[in-house]
């Protein structure tokens, strides 16, 4: 069963190679195909195989050593365009048990500047998630402090369903998200069943916004910030049990967002979430810091270190602080062959994690050394 479903998808990518048209051309992410005069396909995909070792402590406080091999991403991507105004974006992940829809969206360009997307994607949140594309993430995984987000608010693969306006010119970049705020939620019973069952139950919905500005260029200075309100109350804000709605927040200023764009990158993120009171627990605040930089010693190698910090304090509980590093290097194939540095690399990783206590405490941390290889196209 799980062999014939991952082979549907594939039949189906097969079968749309065979429809008659014009041949595909190789471009610099995918293969595109002109179905007829005004629809175009393009397909593409990544491969990233890993090994990673692993020494941490179990609740017990007795360390244990991990080594393996796996798959992190294994995605198939399509894009089709209808004329000027149309367009839909798929991507599946296939690294699991199962293939999964990952995106599923649709947009409509109303204007040069303004387009309209509906569906399950990724909207407004912070830069350093999932706006941060699973190709061109700088030391292997994101940073520490967007994964924290991201599981304590709308959930790890950092999509959510719903409507999304985007003003897009070449120094701005404005984002409005309104959505479930919980990206299992999927309501979609007609009149003929109760309205009240189906899907996820979630108290109420989100809306995100995300502003972010380049000064001179998209591969030199990039600033942004985002804010998000919640009154979903999905089962990752809970305590004791009783969801509560939140505030988010990011600000980021980075100098060379990609591998390769700058000699020398520097990237800086603040994250943030605020939840309410919910008695008998105060409201409670966590915030981390990011600071990246990356140096490219030659053309197709950069060398990055990263550092990070997280605190929380409040609801009831003692104070959290836990500190993250990271230092490894990027060997862009790619980039050898006069193609972006961020395509087909090659990657090695070593981090770090202090212990969660209410003070820095390096006394015992948990270690990660991991290496990937990157195929996309």
């Known amino acids: 069963m799980k062999l014939f479903r991952l082979l549907v998808p594939v039949a189906g990518l097969v079968l749309l190679l065979a429809i008659p048209g014009k041949a595909f051309a190789l471009q610099d992410s995918g293969l595109v195909r002109t179905v007829s005069d005004d629809v175009t396909i393009r397909i593409g995909g990544t491969l990233q195989p890993r090994v990673t070792y692993a020494s941490d402590l179990d609740a017990a406080g007795e360390r244990h050593d991990r080594v393996g091999f796996g798959i992190r991403r294994l995605r198939v991507r399509l894009t089709a365009n209808f004329g000027e105004r149309l367009g839909v974006f798929l991507q599946m992940e296939g690294s699991g048990a199962t293939p999964t829809w990952l995106d599923i969206r649709g947009e409509y360009r109303a204007s040069d500047h303004l387009t309209l997307r509906a569906g399950r994607f990724v909207g407004a949140q912070p830069r350093a998630y999932a706006r941060t594309g699973h190709a061109v993430i700088d030391a292997i995984d994101r940073p520490a402090i967007s994964d924290m987000w991201a599981s304590m608010t709308i959930g790890g693969d950092g999509r959510d369903y719903g ?43 989100a809306f995100s916004a995300a502003a972010t500005h380049w000064p001179d260029g998209r591969d030199r200075l990039e600033i942004g910030v985002y804010g998000s309100m919640s009154t979903a109350k999905n089962e990752l804000t809970e305590i004791g049990r009783v969801g509560r709605n939140y505030v988010s927040y990011s600000a980021h200023a980075y100098w060379g967002p990609q591998a390769g764009d700058q000699p020398f990158r520097m990237k800086a993120d603040v994250i943030g979430i605020s939840y309410q009171e919910v008695a008998p627990y105060d409201i409670e605040n966590f915030i981390g810091a990011s600071l990246f930089s990356g140096l490219l010693v030659a053309p197709h190698v950069e060398l990055y270190a990263m550092g990070e910090y997280w605190y929380g304090d409040g609801g009831g509980f003692d104070k959290t602080r836990q500190v993250f590093a990271t230092v490894g290097g990027s060997y862009s194939l790619s980039a050898l062959l006069g193609r972006p540095f961020t395509h087909n690399r090659i990657m090695l990783a070593y981090s770090l994690r202090s212990v969660e206590t209410g003070k820095v405490d390096f006394g015992d941390p948990a270690h990660v050394v991991m290496m990937q290889m990157q195929f996309y196209f």
């Open 163 to 205: 409507l999304e306006a985007l003003w897009n010119t070449p120094r701005w970049e404005v984002r409005g998200f309104l959505h479930n705020g919980f990206n299992r939620w999927n309501y979609n019973q007609g009149i003929s069943r109760s309205p009240a069952t189906g899907g996820i139950e979630t108290e109420g919905i």
